[in-house]
Nanobody, 124 residues
């Protein structure tokens, strides 16, 4: 059974930093994109960042580019999201996900496995 467990969310002041972690168990997803998405109240789930498991290349949403960094540890089957210079508009529940196929990119519908989410709150 595949499980994704996120951790690292919390309350932070604007301008601060948080590091989210997502540990994957039950299967190794070599070559499959793994990403972070977020969903704020009343809004649709949106893409944040993905890393391609095979070659470590990354893709970011424009809204987080230059502030967030996604990385992964293959040995630990874990993906991270370092979030710096946080803004109130970054507040949301953050989800990690594993893609259905290797060519998946930024659409949530392209992702098969999801974590339970971790809350990020940014105070102004």
């Amino acid at each position: 059974q595949v499980q994704l467990v996120e951790s690292g969310g919390g309350l932070v002041q604007a301008g601060g930093s948080l590091r989210l972690s997502c540990a994957v168990s039950g299967r190794t997803f070599s070559g499959y994109p793994m990403g972070w998405f977020r969903q704020a109240p009343g809004k649709e789930r949106e893409f944040v960042a993905i890393t391609l498991w095979k070659d470590s290349s990354t893709i970011y949403a424009d809204s987080v580019k230059g502030r967030f960094a996604i990385s992964r540890d293959n040995a630990k089957n874990t993906v991270y999201l370092q979030m710096n210079s946080l803004k109130p508009e970054d507040a949301a529940v953050y989800y990690c996900a594993v893609a259905r196929y290797i060519y998946a990119r930024s659409s949530p519908s392209q992702y098969e496995y999801w974590g339970q989410g971790t809350q990020v709150t940014v105070s102004s």
